[in-house]
């Protein structure tokens, strides 16, 4: 297996939906409270959050391949007007987890930030996916808050109805 790999603007987008539906599974496996809100977002939905992020400021999409060409692993990463950097999404399937193609992608991503002065870096990680943690240290993210966020009941009304 030999990878290369690419670096884009928005445009690259577009390559990573069968990719990023990969990740999206992964996550509604793993997530404790919020399975249905994050098997629900389409791609498209996705990608338009992200397009809506980057035109306040800038993105970078970095690409690795396989020799015919299918996306194996991304990461999308954003420079926002605050000069906050953020890893906004970064994968790699499973086949070809453990070959260093995620440190590669990190690293593209920060060096990005960096030479555009970059004043604080971020990456976010759902609750249930902890094991991410280790790879995100290794680059100097270290846990700082916890966002807590009410869950929807499945009827679309926020917590209990009653009354204490």
Same mark, same amino acid.
């Given at each position: ?20 539906? *990969? ?15 994050? @098997? ?11 397009? *809506?992020?980057?035109?306040? @400021? ?27 950097? *953020? ?78």
């Amino acid at each position: 297996m030999s990878v290369r790999y690419e670096v884009m603007t928005e445009e690259g987008l577009d390559l990573i939906a069968p990719v990023w539906l *990969e990740l999206r599974q992964m996550h509604r496996a793993r997530s404790t409270h919020f399975k249905a809100l994050l @098997g629900s977002q389409s791609f498209e939905e996705r990608r338009e959050e992200l397009l *809506e992020k980057a035109a306040g @400021g800038l993105m970078r999409v970095d690409l690795a391949r396989e020799d015919d060409g299918r996306v194996v692993g991304y990461c999308v990463s954003s420079l926002g007007p605050d000069m906050t950097g *953020e890893v906004d999404s970064i994968f790699v399937t499973a086949a070809y987890r453990g070959m260093g193609i995620g440190n590669a992608l990190m690293e593209g991503a920060l060096r990005w930030m960096e030479s555009l002065g970059a004043k604080r870096k971020v990456v976010k990680a759902i609750v249930g996916n902890e094991e991410v943690h280790a790879f995100y240290a290794r680059f100097g993210f270290l846990p700082k808050s916890v966002l807590l966020e009410q869950a929807q009941s499945p009827g679309g009304k926020r917590g209990s109805d009653k009354h204490i």
